[in-house]
């Protein structure tokens, strides 16, 4: 898309140039355009009037014309009394939107948006996570992987969370046991207080976030530059029991490690020995512990000279012999029992 940049198109949805106008409205009246037609107007995509199709990604989707006008509506009360100017202009974009809302079929214009919505960004991603921020009122639950957080991480979404506690909202995180290791995240937790309460896992699914159990955000590529917006009920129960069953497996995090009974091994190792029995090789352990492999291929040495195992050939006998194959007991004594808040 060189050449076409945001100096070519300085407008907002309430007044889209001529290009955008005729892509749009192609769009509306068919369903879907391909890609390349929107390449002259990256407008549509910059202001989400186009979002890919999830099931082809060459074809770009238009949200609908009714979300459009409660988006522009919604941005006009908020900002009508810094900028009066603005008022006449997307009152006039609403009734263009209500007249192409009109010619769609009453199932794709339905007012609550699409089931599920590719976001290609972080800009967009960050919007649509503000926007869901703002509109929770009772519960977040998410799933952070990876190990030690960064603080840019933590930075990054650290005024949604503010914006959560200050309204009463109750959080839940599933983390990591590395995770436990991060100053920064226990910075973060001390400074949420108890709206936050914190457990660990030695694996967990992919990032995962939940507001209100109405509305999920999980990544849509490997490299989380892309996430998907779901928000069809079905779909988001499912995650949301997902999300219950690994709370109950979970230890709080202000609760310490078990032990794993065998002296000389510690709970990391117990993990990384039963990961071993089923076959995996050291750069898959070290990504579902959130660990390096340097650091899993130490913590292997070191298991190797406990159990006394020469290759490691010798070490899956051992390991199996030791009983570290198996399961590790939760710290939680029983899956109703609610674990104190971290503070």
Known sequence: MAGHGADEHPHGADRLC?????????????GRVPRRDAEPVPCLLELALLHPDPDDMDWLVPTSPQEVMTRLLRGMYDEVSASQRRLGSAVTAVEWYAGLGRQVRPAAAASEGPA????????????????????????????????????????????????????????????????RHGQGLLTYLELMGDAVEARTLDEVIDRLILFDRTVAFIPANSDRTMALELRHPALVEYLVTIFERLWRLAIPLTAPLPE?????????????????????????????????VRTCRAHIARLSETLGAASRTQL????????????????????????????
């Open 260 to 292: 794993t009974g065998i002296e000389g091994i510690s709970h990391r190792e117990q993990s990384i020995a039963a990961l071993l029995a089923e076959g995996h090789q050291d750069a898959v352990i070290a990504e579902r512990l959130g660990i390096s």
């Open 116 to 179: 599920i919505r590719v976001l290609d960004g972080l800009a967009r991603i960050q919007a649509a996570m503000d926007e869901a921020t703002q509109a929770c009122t009772a519960e977040v639950l998410t799933v952070q992987p990876g190990g030690i957080r960064r603080e840019a991480e933590l930075s990054e979404g650290l005024h949604r969370a503010l914006a959560l506690r200050g309204r009463g909202v109750r959080m839940r995180d599933l983390y990591t046991h590395v995770a």
């Open 18 to 30: 001529d290009a955008g106008d005729r892509v749009y409205s192609r769009a509306v009246r068919r």
């Open 316 to 343: 899956g006998v051992r390991i199996a012999q030791a009983g570290l194959d198996g399961p590790q007991r939760s710290a939680l004594s029983g899956p109703g029992q609610e674990s104190p808040s971290v503070r």
